[in-house]
């Protein structure tokens, strides 16, 4: 490729934005929005779990099988910050990846407040809400700024509906996991609206515990643009751990439109 039209400060400029782009830390954000029975149309669970304020019971944060706890305990990820946010978001967790340089920022939504926690989520996937955080003189991008966006929790959209819009504001791609029961169905229209990619949804009832999520993405970050491998760790994963067989949790869990 020929570059002799730039002018030299140009040029640097050029060389420098390609250095960072190429070198610049990835994100992985994930959007949980807390189990919970009074907030949410859910076939209640036992309260100790289904109480969207407790952060260490909750069925998707501080059980065995939520996000905190199982992340804590991967082989694959590092523990790096916890952080008391507000009464919205009432934690949020960082983790480095253990060999390659991509983080992964999880935040604990109030289960009484799912329906921020999922326009958060799309708005993050249509590229608003650039943010960055700073930990141990590292910038983390989040939110629109991050490479995938991640919802666990309640399909809330069974629920309520959103009405504004969450148009794609810039031209970037971001890929999207989305699990909560009858994900696609219910969440299709607003992803294409945002113009990211859905690397794993459902298609039915499920239950949206951390392992499907973090097999999802021992694949993602070696390898971004191979969805099917995405798909066979997570259904894997959900057959593992809900007992039941490879074929059902492969045809629950799919990629793509």
């Keep these: 490729m020929n570059f002799s039209f ?3 400060s140009l040029f640097l400029i050029f060389l420098l934005d390609l250095f960072f782009s190429a070198h610049a830390s990835k994100t992985i954000h994930v959007y ?5 029975n009074q907030y949410q149309g ?13 952060l260490s ?3 998707y944060w501080g059980c065995g099988y ?8 991967s082989a694959n990820w590092t523990l790096i910050n916890v952080e008391k946010m507000d009464n919205v978001i009432l934690e949020r967790i960082t983790f480095k990846h253990k060999t390659l340089d991509y983080y992964l920022v999880a935040d604990a939504y109030n289960g009484k407040y799912i329906k921020q926690c999922t326009i958060d989520f799309l708005e993050s996937c249509s590229g ?14 989040i939110a629109g700024q991050s490479t995938m966006l991640a919802y666990i929790g309640h399909d809330g959209l069974m629920d309520f509906e959103l ?26 229209p607003f992803i294409k609206e945002t113009g990211a990619n859905p690397a794993l949804w459902t298609t039915g009832l499920m239950c949206p515990e951390a392992y499907t999520l973090h097999d999802a993405l021992i694949s993602y ?37």
């Design 6 to 8: 730039l002018k030299p």
């Design 32 to 36: 949980v929005a807390l189990c919970d």
């Design 42 to 54: 859910i076939v209640p669970v036992p309260a100790k779990i289904g109480n969207g304020t407790d």
């Design 57 to 59: 019971n909750n069925l």
């Design 66 to 73: 939520g996000v905190s706890t199982f992340f804590k305990r």
């Design 128 to 141: 608003r809400n650039k943010k960055v955080i700073s930990l141990k003189n590292h910038t983390i991008p």
């Design 163 to 188: 009405t504004q819009s969450f148009k794609q504001v810039d031209n970037i791609k971001r890929d999207c996991i989305i699990l909560a029961c009858f994900s696609k169905a219910y969440f299709t």
């Design 221 to 257: 970050v070696v390898n971004e643009a191979d969805l099917n491998s995405l798909r066979i760790k997570a259904a894997s994963a959900y057959a593992k751990y809900q007992k039941c067989s490879e074929k059902a949790a492969k045809n629950l869990l799919v990629s793509g439109w």
